[in-house]
């Protein structure tokens, strides 16, 4: 066994191999506190030569044993990956992808166990570092190391590695090689350009240390490298073969205005490819799509850094037309429709109550989310025939990442006590459909009426850049995420950032990229956020309509009882009697919602009636339910019922009951308090 360990933040981090999973290509385990990830690699040692891209899978696995859990459900094992392993399955992956050799084809899997969990130290930090130290000693041509970290920040102070529950105006994780950054991946309460470059800073600086021990266990016990073939003369002969004959083609097939001209303009001229290139038994349709691909890179990659000139005409600071409808549908709590360029989105906001909230069990424990954003991303979006089903990594990252950008502006649960629910279905995408997700989420939760503090904006940064000069693109489209080198989200308000999201395909980015590309953005959102103003400027002043109207009143915690009732039969009563939903907390926080406001009152009152005393002196209106020769008996208070005696019934003399009332009559009385036996007393005198 080989060990490295060293003192992290104030905790110490291990490294370790030759202990578990030996058969495997690369493993070691990772310890920080006592939480514990066995990270393997395996690589297939023959090449799939036919590929025109890497075949790569990660999969990060949390074991509920490792917290000392057994699975819920019916199945009491673990099946299908949660939310959270897919989106750190996605996030392992991410800064590891771009640092393998380009011409390694070779199918690979990375595997993240979680083994051990001491509910403080996150896995997912953990899991890059184990992930990467498991490629560079397993031999296979990968150019790490890589190591990440976990940024928090407060009171004008950066943290490193946060515990689980620290609270934090930042969650960064960003994840980068010696030079430089590779992935970001965060969420803040609109913090400024400049903190967040300085959060940046101190992440990169913070898991150098990291990098150092995982380059001396290689030192010490690496695997003998892999040979990793060259391209063959054949393919180089044959690139060049095909761009002197279709250059001009292709170049007339990037002039088209929009994307479905320029797609199928460029599939006529690959078909005049395949048919030219016919009956050469060396050519595969690997190797030819990655020739086709290579031309039209270089192609589109070298007028932009030439002549700043962009597929479609703009140049790179430019961004495309933008256009908001808000209110689009009839029957929704709120709705809007966002395009800029050819990438469409409606986002539909939905309200519900407390029973509404998604209750998430992980190996952190069991929580509820009161704000949930879903992203869809249909086949018909981009043209093509696709399986519908569940929603895939691409969906859950997507969405998540505007969960990051939204969720920082919602108002508290005290404020506003709704669960709230937003769904962006993409229409149509060419590039940036995560931030016309945030953007029309922002303005779908403002056509409900959600008061929000501010609207939030996206927007996608690319970048091209070669060994002396690179070119930082705003708004990018489709071919520019595909055929660049980054794909740099931005979102926020006018006051900050709210979400960072950040993935290369070179082996990293300076911090003057960066920079600039941050400030580059900011431009771009401001932009937007004007534009968005067109269609709606604030949140409207009143819920919609369509909108369940929902109360919170506060109750003595000694009266909840009193107001669910044996086996809940009070309160299953009150919602039969008015329709509303009534959720009751610990505290005696009582949230009730209604779909019509005189239902809520309804229900409202039902319950103070019960939980809370009346006030003497003051007036309710009541029911008469029986009548006695001495007096009548009044449900005047929730359930309460008092007494009004004859001789209360009016200022002058009294004969008989039912000269003055008749039971089911609704009447006024005024609360004169209780007498020794605790029966309310009532008044009618003051009506006359």
Excluded at 61 to 71: F, L, R
Excluded at 367 to 391: A, D, I
Excluded at 482 to 502: N, Y
Excluded at 599 to 608: G, P, R, T
Aim: charge should be negative; proline fraction near 3%.
């Amino acid at each position: 066994m080989f060990k490295r360990k060293i003192m992290w933040g104030d905790r110490p981090l291990l490294i370790e191999t030759g202990h578990f999973a030996n058969q495997a290509t690369g493993a070691v385990t990772v310890r920080y506190g006592d939480t514990i990830v066995l990270c393997t690699v395996v690589a297939d040692r023959k090449c799939s030569t036919d590929e025109d891209f890497f075949p790569l899978t990660v999969n990060y696995v949390e074991k509920a044993y490792a917290a000392g859990k057994i699975p819920g459900g019916f199945v009491k094992r673990e099946g299908r990956p949660s939310e959270r392993e897919t989106l750190i399955s996605r996030l392992i992956d991410r800064p590891l992808r771009p640092l393998f050799h380009e011409n390694f084809r070779n199918e690979t899997q990375i595997i993240c166990t979680v083994l051990s969990f001491d509910g403080e130290n996150d896995a997912d930090i953990i899991s890059i570092i184990g992930a990467s130290a498991a490629l560079v000693l397993s031999g296979i041509p990968f150019m790490g190391p890589v190591a990440a970290a976990k940024i928090g920040y407060e009171n004008d102070k950066f943290i490193l590695n946060p515990k689980i529950g620290y609270e934090s105006n930042l969650d960064l994780i960003i994840a980068g090689s010696r030079d430089g950054i590779l992935m970001v991946e965060s969420g803040s309460n609109e913090l400024s350009e400049a903190n967040m470059m300085a959060a940046l800073r101190f992440g990169h600086r913070s898991f150098q240390p990291v990098i150092d021990i995982i380059i001396e266990l290689a030192e010490e016990c690496a695997k003998e490298p892999w040979d990793v073939p060259e391209k063959s003369s054949e393919f180089k002969q044959i690139t060049a073969e095909v761009s002197k004959k279709f250059l001009r083609d292709i170049k007339k097939a990037y002039g088209g205005k929009c994307k479905h001209d320029r797609n199928e303009a460029l599939s006529q001229v690959k078909d005049s490819i395949i048919e030219y290139l016919a009956g050469r038994e060396e050519v595969t349709d690997g190797m030819l799509n990655e020739i086709f691909t290579n031309i039209c890179a270089d192609f589109v990659r070298g007028r932009i850094l030439s002549a700043g000139k962009r597929v479609d005409g703009r140049s790179p600071e430019d961004i495309r037309q933008i256009s908001v409808e808000a209110s689009a549908l009839p029957n929704v709590h709120g709705s809007a429709v966002f395009q800029r360029g050819e990438t469409q989105a409606i986002a539909v906001a939905t309200l519900g109550t407390a029973q509404d909230e998604q209750v998430v069990d992980s190996i952190i424990g069991e929580y509820k989310e009161r704000f949930m954003l879903h992203y869809n991303f249909p086949p018909f979006s981009v043209g093509e025939v696709g399986r519908l089903g569940s929603p895939g990594r691409r969906e859950i990252g997507h969405g998540k990442l505007a969960w990051r950008a939204i969720n920082p502006v919602l108002p508290s649960r005290e404020k506003f006590p709704y669960s709230i629910r937003v769904v962006s279905e993409v229409l149509s995408c060419n590039g940036s459909s995560s931030m016309a997700t945030v953007c029309g989420a922002s303005l779908a939760l403002m056509d409900a009426g959600v008061p929000i503090k501010s609207a939030v904006a996206g927007i996608a940064m690319g970048l091209v850049i070669d060994s002396n000069k690179h070119e930082i693109l705003s708004d990018i489209m489709g071919e520019e995420d595909h055929l660049g080198d980054m794909d740099f989200k931005v979102a926020g308000t006018e006051h900050g950032i709210t979400a960072l999201q950040m993935d290369v395909k070179v082996t990293s980015v300076t911090f003057e990229i960066v920079e600039k590309a941050i400030l580059q953005a900011r431009v771009g959102r401001l932009h937007i956020l004007n534009e968005m103003a067109k269609g709606l400027k604030t949140h409207r002043t009143e819920l919609n309509e369509n909108a369940p109207k929902m109360t919170t009143i506060t109750i003595p915690k000694d009266k909840i009882r009193e107001v669910i009732g044996s086996g809940g039969k009070v309160i299953r009563e009150i919602i039969d009697r008015t329709g509303a939903k009534i959720d009751i907390d610990d505290d005696g926080n009582v949230a009730v919602a209604a779909q019509s406001a005189s239902s809520l009152e309804e229900a409202v009152n039902m319950i103070k009636g019960i939980a809370v005393d009346p006030v003497c002196g003051t007036v309710y209106s009541g029911k008469v339910v029986k009548i006695m020769e001495f007096g009548a008996f009044i449900n005047f208070y929730g359930n309460r019922e008092g007494l009004v005696h004859i001789s209360e019934m009016s200022s002058k003399r009294v004969e008989k009951v039912t000269d003055v009332v008749r039971e089911g009559d609704e009447v006024n009385v005024k609360f004169l308090g209780c007498d020794s036996k605790g029966r309310a007393k009532l008044t009618m005198k003051f009506t006359q």
